[in-house]
Structures are given as structure tokens and as C-alpha cells.
């Protein structure tokens, strides 16, 4: 019998693991047998991808950058990167802004939901405002700083250090082009070799992805609450869902242009990141295999993806972005709290910044949000009502964006690739093998 790709095993995990959740979600037991049984597998899963993401970015940056032979060309690619990063993020946080102005979701609210909404998630909501304000107390270039780290086992000891991770890389790699051949040789053949180990260890947790996402979305399921309030905020939920739909077909608009590639192939490349971002919310865990589909199933060249991808990963976030447009402006909306046209444009500077300084994990977005909000003048009180109106329905809006953020970095990856003349044809790889480009 032919096997299911990847994608439709993912696929199918997810919904048997949305029927399951809501089966046992009636009784008490089966929540706590879904919790206790049936969560860890989940978490095994994110650890493991987790795990492998440090030396992922290591190996896998040397032996890019010292295949380049030449640094100008490090350097080409890296402005690219950032710029259409850059642009990207503000064309999302555009959209988002003419969507929620178009719609007005906040206008049709009603102070009892107000009242309700902001009772209900009271606490959580100061949470997130606190921990935002303790990320706010820094200087204007303080990230530049934050980036250069003072001690390398210390930064590859904590995920959250990617940036601090990739700075090193890239300098150790300039400097392995800069040594003489006979001396680097070793070093390039370590990585190059590490570098295979770890890609195979990628296809080897993907194995359980199926199973993984199958219980992640079962104990989502069992862990949330409440789904009338899902139909009070509809319409500011529609709003981002469509913003992001906007974003998708501005991908593969500009990826058919630019490159020729199908929008089908390059769909079917990337789906399993995607399906990947949208069961963990966490663009940082899904990091791995994105890299591993942007290399062998959309066919860019090592020397690209390993520099855009995990920067990608770390600045780039076009979903949270746009969300952040909408939620701030649905915020004031409902809370009757006018917003001029230069508010607007300050919306689109400080939710670029935002995205950017965003961990890549699941919520960052909405911490990140009150940053946009303060920009504003909003005080501490509204802006604990407003994050609390909008907490109800985060995750699903956070697993969404986490599927844009990804295929965002995937786009840009391919867009640099192809004006560097390292996008080839996909090598098929052992998952997919029925996979044609
Ligand atoms: N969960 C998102 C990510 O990891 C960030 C966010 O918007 O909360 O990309």
C-alpha cells in the first residue's frame, strides 16, 4: 500500500486528535487521562525539536557559510534578508491595519461583553502586562547588545539565545573562509559531517510528529475553556484570520512571480512546518523542520536557508505582526479610545519593533502587544481591560500566526535563494517520496 504524505499523516493526527479531545473532554476522567497519558507525548515532541535546535543552527550556519568561498556574498545575502524581512513585517502590520478600519470588529461589542471578558481573564491579562513591562525597562539599542553574547556555552545553553547563537556562528564561519584551506579543512569536514547527523535525527523525531500533533491537540482541547466567548469575539478573530489569508496569498503570488514555483509545490513543501507552527504555536520548536523543508523539499541551497531561516525564525513574524495591528486597534475600538492617523503610523513602527523583539514561543505576541499599546498613551488600567478582552481566543489566533510567521521565513528563504542563484530543484528525501516538484 502507498504510504500517506507527511502532510495528510499530520493531517489526519490532528483531527483525530480534536475528535478524541472532545469525546473525552465530558468526563473528568478522560480529561485527566488525556492530561496525564496522552499530553506527554506532545511535550516529548516539542522538547525534542527543542533539543536538536542549537546544533541544528550551528552545524548547519558553518557548513553554509564556508561553502560560499567568497564573504561578499555572506553579505548579499544577509542584507537581503533583512530588508525584505523588514518590508514583509510592515506590509503585514498594513494589512492588518486596513482590515480592522475596513471591518471595525471593536465597534460591535457590547459593554457587557466588556464587563464579562475583562472579569474573566483579569489576572491572566496582568500577567502578561507585567512581564511586558519588565522587558521595557531597556535602552533603545539595547537588543543590538542583548545580541553579542560574553560567553558561548552560556548562550547555546538557553534556546531563547538564537540570536546571540547565530552571532557567533556567523563569525566563527567568516572566519573559517578567511584560514588557510589545508587548516580549515578538518573543521568544514566536522560540520559538514555533524551537520548530516543531525538533518537524520530531524527525519527520525518527525517519525512521531503524526502521534505528537494527535495529542497536542487533544490536551488543547481539554484545557480550554469556555467556547461561547468564541462567538462574542468572532469578528475580531475573522479579521485576523483574513489578514493572515492575505498574507498566504501574498506568498505564493510573489513566490509564482519571482521564482515560477507553483503555488501547489510550494505549499506542499512547506505544509508540515505549517501544520507543525499551528499544533505547537512556537515558530522557535518548529525551526528544525522548516529548515529541513525549505533545503530538501523547496529546494534552497544550505548556504541560504541556514542564515534566513533561524534569524527568520528569531525576527521575522509577520502573523504576530498583523495580529498585534488588529488587536491593538480592535482594543481601542472597543474601549472607546479614538485613534488618529498618526496613532496609526505609530502602530506600524512599534508593531514591526514588536514582532521583532517577540520570542518565537507560544503567547510572545500578545506580551508583546502591550508594548504597542503603551506606544499609544492606553494607561496600565486599559490596557489590562483590553489584553484581557482578547485573551479568550489568543491560542487559536496564536497557532494561526505561528503558521504565517513560518511560512513567512520559507518565502523569504526562497525569494533570497532565487536572486542568489542557489534555488534548485527539491532533492526527495525519504518522508515523501511520492513527492514530485
Ligand atoms: N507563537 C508565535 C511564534 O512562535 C509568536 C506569537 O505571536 O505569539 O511565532
Redesign the pocket.
Known amino acids: 500500500m502507498k504510504k500517506l504524505a507527511l502532510h495528510w499523516q499530520i493531517l489526519l493526527g490532528m483531527a483525530l486528535g480534536i475528535v478524541f479531545g472532545l469525546i473525552l473532554s465530558n468526563t473528568s476522567w478522560g480529561k485527566s487521562f488525556i492530561v496525564d497519558w496522552i499530553k506527554p507525548i506532545g511535550v516529548i515532541f516539542i522538547k525534542l525539536l527543542k533539543l536538536i535546535a542549537i546544533p541544528l543552527i550551528i552545524a548547519s550556519l558553518i557548513k553554509g557559510i564556508s561553502d560560499l568561498k567568497d564573504i561578499s556574498k555572506f553579505s548579499s545575502i544577509g542584507k537581503k534578508t533583512i530588508l525584505l524581512y523588514v518590508c514583509s513585517t510592515v506590509i503585514a502590520v498594513t494589512i492588518g491595519l486596513v482590515l480592522v478600519n475596513i471591518i471595525q470588529p471593536g465597534n460591535s461589542i457590547s459593554q457587557e461583553t466588556v464587563d464579562q471578558l475583562s472579569s474573566a481573564y483579569n489576572t491572566k491579562a496582568n500577567a502578561r502586562v507585567e512581564s511586558a513591562f519588565d522587558q521595557k525597562e531597556t535602552g533603545p539599542i539595547q537588543f543590538i547588545e542583548d545580541m553579542v553574547p560574553d560567553n558561548i556555552f552560556a548562550a547555546a545553553s538557553n534556546n531563547r539565545n538564537m540570536l546571540q547563537v547565530i552571532f557567533f556562528t556567523v563569525l566563527f564561519g567568516i572566519s573559517l573562509l578567511l584560514v588557510k584551506e589545508e587548516k580549515s579543512k578538518p573543521i568544514k569536514d566536522f560540520f559538514d559531517s555533524l551537520n548530516e547527523v543531525i538533518m537524520k535525527m530531524i527525519d527520525i523525531i518527525m517519525l512521531i510528529a503524526p502521534y505528537a500533533v494527535f495529542a497536542l491537540l487533544a490536551s488543547l482541547i481539554v484545557e480550554t475553556g469556555n467556547s461561547d466567548i468564541f462567538v462574542a469575539l468572532a469578528q475580531y478573530g475573522l479579521t485576523v484570520v483574513l489578514g493572515l489569508f492575505t498574507m498566504v496569498v501574498l506568498y505564493i503570488v510573489v513566490i509564482k512571480i519571482y521564482t515560477g514555483r507553483s503555488p501547489s509545490s510550494f505549499l506542499r513543501g512547506i505544509s508540515p512546518a505549517q501544520l507543525l507552527?499551528f499544533s505547537?504555536?512556537?515558530?522557535?520548536?518548529?525551526l528544525p523542520v522548516t529548515m529541513e523543508r525549505v533545503e530538501e523539499h523547496l529546494g534552497v541551497d544550505k548556504e541560504v536557508a541556514s542564515f534566513v531561516c533561524p534569524v527568520g525564525?528569531t525576527i521575522n513574524?509577520d502573523?504576530?505582526s498583523l495580529?498585534?495591528a488588529v488587536a491593538a486597534v480592535f482594543i481601542c475600538q472597543a474601549l472607546d479610545y479614538g485613534l488618529t492617523i498618526p496613532d496609526q503610523l505609530t502602530i506600524v513602527m512599534t508593531a514591526t519593533l514588536a514582532?521583532i523583539g517577540?520570542?518565537?514561543?507560544?503567547?510572545?505576541?500578545?506580551?508583546?502587544l502591550v508594548i504597542v499599546l503603551d506606544s499609544l498613551g492606553v494607561s496600565k488600567e486599559t490596557l489590562m481591560v483590553g489584553l484581557a478582552l482578547i485573551f479568550a481566543i489568543?491560542r487559536p489566533l496564536?497557532?494561526l500566526?505561528?503558521v504565517i510567521?513560518?511560512t513567512g521565513d520559507a518565502t523569504v528563504s526562497m525569494l533570497v535563494g532565487k536572486s542568489e542563484g542557489k534555488l534548485g530543484v527539491p532533492e526527495v528525501k525519504n518522508w515523501d517520496d511520492n513527492y514530485k516538484n
Open positions: 507552527a505547537t504555536s512556537s515558530s522557535a520548536a518548529t525564525a513574524m502573523g504576530t495580529y498585534q514582532s517577540s520570542a518565537a514561543v507560544p503567547g510572545a505576541g500578545m506580551v508583546m489568543d496564536d497557532m500566526r505561528t510567521n513560518v
